[in-house]
């Protein structure tokens, strides 16, 4: 079994910053692209960001410059500055996980943090 579970949401004012964790644990053999998405209400679910093995890095245009995403081992970070009322989501992270050398790569997911950026 896989689980990722993320951290570090909560309330923030405009223009202050935010750290997202996530980690990943389990029964895992290896880890590819690791990401960051958010769903606002009544809003569809949207990437943020997402990164390599290698560390290459893509991120939304209305983040970028602001968010910066960082892996380290089993777990993915997303800084947060300069947050803006319109970051407002819950924020999910997902992972592409082998669990043994003779599967293929599957796509799990957390069970989200809320961001709430308001004065």
């Given at each position: 079994q896989v689980q990722l579970v993320e951290s570090g949401g909560g309330l923030v004012?405009?223009?202050?910053?935010?750290?997202?964790?996530?980690?990943a644990s389990g029964s895992i053999f290896s880890i590819?692209?690791?990401?960051?998405?958010?769903?606002?209400t009544e809003k569809q679910r949207e990437?943020?960001?997402?990164?390599?093995v290698g560390g290459s890095a893509n991120y939304?245009?209305?983040?970028?410059?602001?968010f910066t995403i960082s892996r380290v081992r089993n777990t993915v970070f997303?800084?947060?500055?300069?947050?803006?009322?319109d970051d407002t989501a819950v924020?999910?992270?997902?992972a592409d996980i082998q669990r043994n050398w003779a599967t293929t790569y599957n796509t799990y997911w957390g069970q989200g943090t809320q961001v709430t950026v308001s004065s």
């Open positions: 004012q405009p223009g202050g910053s935010l750290r997202l964790s996530c980690d590819g692209i690791m990401g960051w998405y958010r769903q606002a990437l943020v960001a997402k990164i390599t939304a245009d209305s983040v970028r410059g602001r997303l800084q947060m500055n300069n947050l803006k009322p924020y999910y992270c997902n």
